[in-house]
C-alpha cells in the first residue's frame, strides 16, 4: 500500500515537472545524421572532415499566433559540437508555442558591454582578443578542395558594428525540434576560394547572409 | 533627552559620511573632470579586488614562460608606458609594432589601443596575454596557472567571497587596479583648484596650447580620445594604417587615437610608432612636417606657425601637465612582501 502512494508521488512529481518546463533541442546535422567531429565523410566531389562546430543562439522568444508568449531569461546560449548538453534550451515555464524567433550571434549591446560569465566567457574560444567581439558561428576543419596548409578551414563569422553587422534573425514555425543543416555551407560556398574568414569584413558577411537557412524545423 | 537625540545625530551623520568617504576612496577625480564612461555599478571598486589587480598586473605569470607582466611594459615610474623603447616588446625578446600607451585616466575612455580595437577596459587585457609578441599565453591557460598558487587562491577568495577562478574575475578585478590610476595632481591641476599660479611662461605657453592644441587635445583630460590622422608620414618599415585596419573604412587611414598630453616627461618617446624622443621634435612636427592627405585632421588644414620663444613657452607649459605624485605614488607600485609584513 505504502509503496503505491510511493509510486504514485513519483508518478506525480514526475508529471508536472514535465508540464512546467519547455524544452527546444537545436541539432547540428550533416546529410541529415548527426554531426560526428573529427569523421571523414564524402560530400559531393569533396572529402570533409569537420574538427569544431560552435554557434551563439541569442534573444530567443517563444510565440504563439503572433504573439509573444515567452522571451528566454538567457542572454545568450553557446551550442557547441563537442557538448551534447549544449543541443538543449530549457525554459522553467510551460506555454503553448508555435513559433520562435531568435538571433544568430550575440548582439551589439552584449559585445560593448564587457565580460560575462557562463556560455559568454571569452575563454569558450568564441572571443577575438585582437579586436574586441564575439564569433557569432565558428566551423572549422578539413576539406580536399581547401587549399590552405594541411587543407584547413575556418569559418569564425563575427562582426557587431555596421558594415560588417553578422548577426542574423531567425524566426522558425517549430514544436520546438531545430536542426541545423551544415552540409548546406558546403553547397554554397566554393571552399576553394573562401576557407580562411577569421575577422568582420565582407567575406564574414557574406557568409553570415548564408546561416538563417541552415536552421529548420524538424517538423 | 535632547542631548541624547543630538549625540546620536552626530553619530548618525559620522556613519554616514564614513560610507560616502569609503565609496570614493579610490576613486576621486576632482570636480572640474567630466562623467567617467566606465560603468563602475557593473563592477564596483572594492579594496580587495583592487589588491588582486595590482598583484595580477605585476605578475609575470600571465605570460606563457613566466617572464613578461603589464608592467614590463606599463612601468609605474614611466606613468604606465615604456620610456626608451619606441616599440613595445614582449615574450622572447619579440617587438611589437606600437608604443607602448600610457596607462591614466582610463575610466574616461571608450575604446583602447592606438586603433581602439578594444571595445571596453574589462576585455583589454585579453588582448596582450594571447598576443604571441606579447605574453604568447592564453586566459584558459593563465587560469590553469592560478589554479596552482596557493596565493592567488587566497586572494581570489578575499576578493570574490568564493575561490573560484574565472575570466571575468581576472579581468574585472584588472580592470579595478587600472580604474584606480587617476592622474589628477600636475601643477595644472593645483593651478585648476587655485593652489598654485603659472609662471609668466607657462603662462604663454597656456594660451598658445589653446590656440593651436585644444581641439583635440582637450582639458582636463587632455585628450577629446577621438582618432585623428595628425600628418605623420607613413613609416614604409611598419605600414601601420591605424584605424583603418579596424574599420576597414578608407576615411580611417593614418588615424590613430589622440593620446593625453599628460606626463609627457614619463612618456616619451613619442607617436604610435615612437618616432619621436623629445617634445622639441614634436612640435616640430606640428609647425613643418605635417603631411597632407584625405585624412589629415581638419584642425591640422592651416599650418601652425610657432616662433622659437613660442615653442619654449609651449614645453613649459606642458611640463606642467607632469604628475609627480602619480608616477611615484606607492599604491599604484609592485607590493614587496617586505611592506605586506609591516603592514
Known amino acids: 500500500m505504502k509503496l503505491y502512494v510511493l509510486f504514485g508521488m513519483l508518478f506525480m512529481t514526475f508529471q508536472s515537472h514535465s508540464q512546467n518546463v519547455v524544452k527546444i533541442t537545436f541539432l547540428p546535422k550533416f546529410e541529415g545524421e548527426n554531426l560526428a567531429l573529427n569523421k571523414v565523410c564524402y560530400f559531393k566531389n569533396d572529402t570533409l572532415n569537420i574538427s569544431n562546430f560552435k554557434c551563439y543562439i541569442s534573444n530567443l522568444t517563444y510565440y504563439n499566433n503572433d504573439s509573444i508568449v515567452h522571451s528566454s531569461i538567457k542572454k545568450a546560449h ?5 557538448d551534447s548538453s549544449s543541443f538543449f534550451i530549457l525554459e522553467n515555464k510551460f506555454f503553448k508555442y508555435d513559433e520562435i524567433r531568435f538571433n544568430i550571434g550575440v548582439d551589439s549591446l552584449t559585445n560593448v558591454s564587457g565580460i560575462f560569465e557562463g556560455d559568454l566567457d571569452p575563454a569558450n574560444g568564441m572571443y577575438w582578443t585582437w579586436q574586441s567581439g564575439y564569433i557569432n558561428f565558428k566551423l572549422e576543419g578539413i576539406s580536399s578542395l581547401c587549399p590552405a596548409r594541411k587543407n584547413k578551414f575556418y569559418w569564425h563569422i563575427g562582426g557587431y558594428s555596421p558594415p560588417f553587422n553578422t548577426l542574423r534573425q531567425v524566426a522558425l514555425k517549430t514544436n520546438g525540434k531545430i536542426s541545423i543543416q551544415l552540409e548546406q555551407l558546403f553547397e554554397e560556398i566554393d571552399i576553394s576560394v573562401e576557407y580562411q574568414v577569421m575577422s ?7 557568409i553570415a547572409d548564408k546561416l538563417p537557412s541552415l536552421f529548420k524545423s524538424n517538423q | 533627552m535632547r542631548k541624547n537625540v543630538i549625540i546620536l545625530c552626530l553619530f548618525a551623520f559620522m556613519m554616514l559620511s564614513f560610507v560616502l568617504v569609503k565609496d570614493n576612496y ?19 571598486l572594492d579594496s580587495n579586488k583592487i589588491e588582486l589587480g595590482r598583484t595580477l598586473f605585476y605578475d609575470p605569470i600571465l605570460s606563457a614562460d613566466n617572464s613578461i607582466s603589464c608592467a614590463s611594459c606599463h612601468s609605474p615610474f614611466n606613468a604606465f608606458a615604456h620610456t626608451d623603447h619606441d616599440l613595445s616588446h614582449g615574450i ?7 608604443n607602448a600607451t600610457a596607462l591614466f585616466n582610463l575610466a574616461w575612455q571608450k575604446s583602447f589601443m592606438w586603433d581602439g580595437a578594444i571595445n571596453h577596459l574589462d576585455m583589454q587585457a585579453l588582448a596582450p596575454i594571447s598576443h604571441p609578441s606579447e605574453m604568447g599565453s592564453s586566459i584558459n591557460e593563465v587560469i590553469n596557472k ?8 587566497e586572494l581570489f577568495s578575499n576578493a570574490f567571497q568564493d575561490s573560484t577562478i574565472s575570466t571575468a574575475k581576472i579581468l574585472k578585478a584588472l580592470s ?5 590610476l587617476v592622474s589628477a595632481n600636475a601643477k595644472y591641476d593645483r593651478v585648476k583648484m587655485g593652489k598654485e599660479a603659472f609662471t609668466e611662461q607657462e603662462k604663454n605657453g597656456y594660451q598658445i596650447f589653446k590656440n593651436n592644441c585644444a581641439s583635440c587635445h582637450t582639458e582636463p583630460l587632455f585628450s577629446n580620445y577621438n582618432f585623428e590622422n595628425n600628418g605623420l608620414p607613413l613609416d614604409p618599415t611598419l605600414n601601420d594604417l591605424g584605424r583603418f585596419v579596424i574599420t576597414q573604412n578608407e576615411n580611417d587611414k593614418g588615424k590613430f587615437k589622440v593620446p593625453s598630453l599628460r606626463n609627457l616627461s614619463f612618456t616619451y618617446p613619442y607617436m604610435h610608432d615612437g618616432r619621436f624622443m623629445t617634445l622639441q621634435e614634436v612640435i616640430n612636427h606640428y609647425t613643418s612636417g605635417i603631411e597632407h592627405s584625405t585624412t589629415l585632421s581638419s584642425q591640422l588644414n592651416e599650418s601652425i606657425e610657432l616662433s622659437s620663444n613660442e615653442k619654449v613657452d609651449l614645453i ?12 611615484f605614488n606607492k599604491k599604484h607600485q609592485f607590493k614587496k612582501i617586505v611592506d605586506q609584513a609591516k603592514e
Open chain 2, 92 to 98: 622572447f625578446d619579440s617587438i611589437g609594432n606600437r
Open chain 1, 78 to 82: 553557446l551550442i557547441d559540437a563537442t
Open chain 2, 316 to 327: 613649459s607649459f606642458l611640463l606642467t601637465l607632469n604628475d609627480k605624485d602619480f608616477a
Open chain 2, 26 to 44: 579610490f576613486f576621486n577625480p576632482p570636480d572640474y573632470f567630466p562623467k567617467p564612461f566606465y560603468d563602475f555599478q557593473q563592477n564596483p
Open chain 1, 200 to 206: 568582420p569584413n565582407h567575406n564574414a558577411v557574406q
Open chain 2, 146 to 153: 592560478l589554479n596552482e598558487s596557493k596565493a592567488y587562491e
Open chain 2, 176 to 180: 579595478q587596479f587600472q580604474l584606480t
